[in-house]
């Protein structure tokens, strides 16, 4: 990409314990796009979130965001621009929903009528009613007080937004639920998010980038169709092909056409039925047995086809590589 | 005591109101520094953990210490009045509101202190936006128990002449007057309710409200609206500063003392500072020049001011004892004792004036004849001094019947004939009061309580002519005239200015 990157890691080296949570990571991050660092606990993709926002300081390496060293001066101007949800919803409970989302654009210096009307328009967008503006957070459940985290993240408008895990404390409707209306929003404002996930679903639906982190490395960064069909690792692999059987159902179609299973054109002479990428298998048990295949689609393209011999042979290779 | 009584001090008398402004003041005053100090104290221990230690334990220790021990360790630095009793105070309602207030600090959520530093808010910001706010509620409770404890403690400033609703818990106690002890703490208890009430009501507040309601406050404190007359400790060149101990006959003295300087010159400016509650304290602020003159009993000087148990004050008579009060002073403080007066305020055997008459009783010797069919109500402090009952065995081979007695319980015992003979003071207004007679200590086995000014020898000798208009007291006043006059303060609720003038007015040491 020609852009200069939103966040460009160089050579960082983080130390816990005398032990390095990352070692030697290079990473850039390029305007407008959502990349997702995805890897299982303790892998340090949270270290690298916080790094970036200052929280962490890293014993050897460069970070530049938009441009800037990030460095104790810049720090603060750094962090202005920057939206931030985290995993535990963090609404401040002394204030009103209205105060929560109007305090960061007030400390920024932004005009109170635009920010009042950039939050009236996320709040429809989030499906909130107007009048939870008066409320607190303790009034709200787990979901509307993490749409709350969102618009709040993204109501100043900034440059970058980083999110740790939002959704993971979430129930599986919740979750599906914020997905897409940060996908939504994105698209509105276009700004560059960087996304936390252990999810490998909400890595391959969320991300355009997505970095596997596995031991403080990024060991692959790709686009979600070169990840699945060309995992540079066993490791990988297996982490895309939906490690844990007993999950299986919950894996998105999507990715078994773009793993290759199925086809690119048609079968011929069955009925069809198109469905979105981001269903899971689960839910095409039962379509299947109505409908002889499947046209999967991502963003109203029509991606692949799947029959039922396509899903099993998917489920054969995960039975043999158990 | 009765209800009436109670209601007639809460509605009548303005001395109640005025003393319920002065413990407003003092507790506001003390309050709000305390809060000054306690809270940006904490704020700032939040981030530093050994600091935060240090200071809850100095601020502990300082709550152990008794309260009296830091009035009588400032009164010396600072001097008497309402500057020592703010400054015990604030000691005081530190802790609670400090402890507090870190406690709520230093258990935020740190998600949520994470999330405002990450959302760039300063550390300013971070403070005033959301860890105070978080923590309003405790910060509360601890102003409240702080309010509580100082309101309660206030009650002691009266010992320092700093004024408040403990100077009538004092009177009371010193005048078996529990109506009057009762208005005191009743007061206090109910101002206690009230300002937590307030404090209560302010934290529901919101935060716009809080500030404008605490900052009005606070200014109205300022501009002195709410303060009533406030001693100060500083001593003006042109003014002279009486004070005199709990009670009132020093009261009287005081009173005496300040007609007699000002009719001998108009220019000079008399301060008079009744109800000290101790020795030590008045002493102490004579020394450090924060009171010029106060009234002291020879008895007290050799007994407390400068014991010595090697002294021996048997059989000595009233000059020598004074003689000799008046030359330690002298040698050991640089101090001046003025003449003497002429009652001897000591233990005495006291029946009622019918007893006396049909068994004709005059002296202690006297109840010898009778000794074996009297009972007797001698609190315990005099059973069991040398100078009391065991002297009374001793020294006129004297044994009674005893049941010991609460002094305040002695007076109703003989009024009411469940005993004959009592010990008490021998100007206790209570003898007059109820047709008591004291028997006289033929046998001279009490020591010398007399009572005459002390001051320092520098004041004495800058002031000729208050030393000189201060002596024509010598040798007057006798025990009976000082029984009627505590008689007339304590029960017939005359001013013990008025009292005091009368009597020089009388005796023709003042011109009417």
């Not at chain 1, 999110?163 to 940060?182: G, H, K, N, W």
């Amino acid at each position: 990409m020609p852009n200069t990157p939103v966040i460009q890691l160089s050579n960082i080296s983080v130390v816990y314990d005398q032990q390095k949570a990352i070692d030697d990571l290079s990473l850039s991050v390029y305007p407008h796009e959502i990349m997702v660092l995805v890897g299982e606990s303790g892998g340090g993709k949270t270290t690298i979130l916080r790094t970036i926002s200052g929280l962490v300081k890293p014993a050897s390496g460069h970070i530049l965001v938009n441009g800037l060293t990030l460095n104790d001066q810049n720090l603060r101007k750094i962090r202005l621009n920057m939206g931030y949800v985290l995993q535990q919803i963090s609404l401040f409970p002394n204030m009103t929903i209205n105060q929560n989302l109007t305090l960061l654009p007030e400390i920024k210096h932004q005009s109170k009528t635009a920010a009042d009307q950039t939050i009236k328009e996320l709040m429809a967008a989030a499906k909130l009613p107007i009048d939870y503006l008066s409320k607190y957070p303790n009034e709200l459940s787990g979901g509307e007080q993490q749409r709350v985290g969102i618009i709040r993240a993204f109501g100043t408008k900034p440059d970058l937004i980083l999110m740790d895990e939002p959704f993971s404390a979430l129930d599986p409707v919740s979750r599906e639920q914020l997905q897409d209306l940060t996908l939504s929003i994105h698209q509105h404002f276009n700004n560059t998010i960087l996304f936390i996930t252990h999810d490998m679903n909400e890595a391959l639906k969320m991300g355009q980038q997505i970095g596997v982190v596995k031991d403080g490395q990024i060991i692959q960064l790709d686009t979600p169709d070169n990840l699945v069909r060309h995992p540079s690792n066993d490791y990988v692999r297996t982490l895309f092909n939906g490690s844990e059987a007993h999950k299986i159902e919950n894996v998105y179609i999507r990715r078994l056409v773009l793993a290759g299973y199925g086809r690119k054109t048609p079968f011929e002479k069955l009925p069809v039925t198109s469905v979105e990428g981001d269903r899971t298998l689960g839910d095409c048990y039962q379509l299947l047995a109505q409908n002889q295949q499947l046209a999967v689609r991502r963003n109203s393209q029509v991606i692949g086809y799947l029959n039922s011999e396509s899903i099993l042979n998917f489920l054969a290779t995960k039975a043999t590589n158990n | 005591m009765s209800i009436t009584a109670i209601t007639h001090f809460f509605t009548a008398n303005a001395k109640f109101i005025n003393a319920l402004m002065e413990h407003v003041y003092l507790t506001l005053i003390s309050l709000i520094i305390a809060i000054v100090i306690a809270i940006p104290l904490a704020v700032y221990a939040r981030n530093h953990r050994i600091f935060a230690h240090i200071a809850l334990g100095f601020t502990s220790i300082m709550q152990t210490i008794p309260s009296l021990a830091i009035l009588g360790i400032l009164i010396p630095i600072v001097g008497i009045g309402s500057k020592p009793a703010i400054i015990a105070l604030v000691i005081y309602g530190i802790l609670p509101i400090y402890s507090n207030t870190y406690t709520a600090l230093t258990t935020i959520d740190p998600n949520l202190t994470e999330a405002a530093e990450v959302f760039g808010l300063t550390k300013w910001q971070r403070l005033f936006r959301i860890e105070l706010p978080l923590s309003t509620d405790s910060i509360l409770t601890g102003i409240k128990t702080s309010t509580v404890l100082i309101i309660g403690t206030a009650t002691l400033a009266a010992l320092i002449g700093a004024g408040g609703l403990g100077t009538f818990i004092l009177l009371g106690i010193d005048r078996s007057n529990t109506a009057l002890t009762l208005t005191g703490a009743i007061g206090s208890a109910l101002l206690a309710v009230v300002f937590s009430w307030l404090i209560t009501r302010f934290g529901r507040l919101k935060a716009k409200s809080m500030v404008i309601v605490g900052g009005t406050a606070l200014l109205l404190l300022l501009l002195g609206i709410i303060a009533p007359k406030v001693y100060t400790a500083t001593t003006q060149p042109e003014k002279i500063v009486i004070a005199g101990k709990l009670g009132s006959e020093p009261d009287i003295l005081i009173n005496m003392y300040r007609d007699l300087i000002e009719a001998g010159d108009k220019k000079i400016d008399v301060d008079l500072k009744p109800n000290f509650g101790k020795t030590s304290f008045l002493f102490s602020a004579l020394k450090s020049n924060q009171i010029n003159i106060y009234p002291e009993f020879t008895g007290t000087v050799l007994e407390d001011i400068i014991p010595n148990s090697e002294r021996q004050l048997q059989n000595k008579s009233a000059t020598q004892i004074y003689h000799m009060a008046k030359n330690e002073l002298a040698a050991k403080y640089n101090m001046t004792y003025g003449s003497p007066l002429n009652y001897n305020n000591t233990y005495t055997v006291v029946t009622t004036q019918k007893f006396a008459k049909r068994h004709h009783l005059h002296t202690i010797s006297d109840l010898k004849k009778l000794q074996n069919r009297l009972h007797s109500g001698f609190d315990l402090e005099f059973m069991n001094r040398d100078d009391g009952y065991k002297g009374l065995v001793k020294k006129y081979g004297l044994s009674f019947n005893n049941t010991d007695l609460d002094p305040d319980l002695r007076y109703q015992a003989i009024r009411r004939g469940q005993v004959q003979v009592i010990d008490g003071y021998s100007t206790d207004s209570q003898i007059r009061q109820y047709h008591l007679v004291s028997l006289r200590d033929n046998k001279h086995l009490f020591p010398t309580y007399q009572g005459a000014p002390l001051m320092t020898k520098a004041f004495a000798k800058k002031h000729p002519a208050v030393v000189k208009q201060l002596h024509q007291l010598a040798g007057k006043i006798t025990a009976k005239e000082m029984r009627e006059m505590n008689y007339d303060v304590n029960v017939k609720k005359i001013s013990a200015a008025k009292v005091a003038r009368h009597y020089l007015q009388r005796h023709h040491l003042l011109r009417k």
